[in-house]
């Protein structure tokens, strides 16, 4: 008769398993929170470039018309169909990006690169903005100085003479961006002064601080930076508090002087 050896199988026991079940967790806790910060610094570089991105597309745009920015939303107080971003069939519809006066220098589809972390924030609203706004105060409209920091709009039909801008590396051109409506975050294409330049009141804000509480900011020379938020304000109106959705303002003096041509 053949007599069998037994064999033993090394195996955890309890206890190893659950000192390495805890090895797991304590690793992964460390590990995380790196994970999260390189992914955030990841999104706020591609957000950089899409900036850079559209400044070249608007510095093209105005090679080719006459040495003029592109208007930032043409005929707004009538058909209200156009924006720097795209084109509308009607006042109440969606933008159309492929219609957008910057389409033709961009990419080959010609829409506005989204901000990688804008999309988990806001309801859809001037959809194919990419979470971006233009200061279409000071660059997408032709004012007409009438007094110290006061204007009046001469038309909107045009952006603003590249000459005109005297200080490029010190005037925003575009900006991360979104606005406080009833309450909750939505899409929108403009980045507000702090002071209406046709009124003199002051504006709600609209820059949005959502990268590590910074805002990646798009200069008329073409370079791009951050800036944390340093004020804010809400008039009370659109009902929300934009502090809470880290919105405002930098800059250290309250006026326009990161938005005008002075």
Avoid: K
Avoid at 17 to 32: E, F, G, N
Avoid at 84 to 90: F, I, L, M, Q, V
Avoid at 198 to 209: E, K, L
Avoid at 226 to 254: K, M, V
Wanted: hydrophobic letters at 35%.
């Amino acid at each position: 008769m053949t007599l069998r050896r037994r064999t033993s199988r090394a195996a955890f026991t309890l206890i190893e398993l659950l000192v390495a079940v805890s090895i797991i967790a304590v690793l992964l806790a460390v590990l995380m929170p790196g994970l999260g910060r390189a992914r955030r610094q990841a999104g706020a570089a591609v957000c950089a470039s899409n900036l850079r991105q559209i400044i070249m597309a608007n510095a093209m745009y105005a090679e080719n018309n006459n040495g003029r920015y592109c208007p930032g939303a043409t005929d707004i107080r009538g058909s209200n169909r156009y924006r720097w971003h795209g084109t509308r069939s009607n006042g109440n519809g969606p933008f159309d990006a492929a219609r957008g006066p910057l389409t033709r220098y961009l990419t080959s589809d010609g829409r506005i690169r989204s901000c990688p972390s804008f999309g988990q924030y806001a309801r859809r609203f001037e959809a194919g903005n990419g979470g971006y706004g233009y200061n279409n105060a000071f660059i997408g409209t032709e004012l007409v100085e009438t007094g110290p920091g006061l204007y009046v709009l001469r038309s909107d039909r045009t952006g603003v003479q590249v000459d005109r801008v005297r200080r490029p590396a010190e005037t925003l051109m575009f900006v991360d961006s979104a606005f406080v409506s009833n309450h909750e975050l939505i899409e929108y294409s403009f980045a507000e002064p702090r002071f209406h330049p046709t009124f003199g009141t002051r504006a709600d804000p609209s820059i949005h601080f959502r990268h590590a509480r910074r805002a990646n900011v798009g200069w008329c020379d073409g370079h791009v930076d951050a800036h944390r938020r340093t004020f804010t304000w809400s008039s009370g109106l659109y009902l929300g508090d934009p502090a809470r959705f880290d919105i405002g303002w930098s800059g250290q003096t309250d006026d326009n002087s990161l938005f005008d041509l002075r």
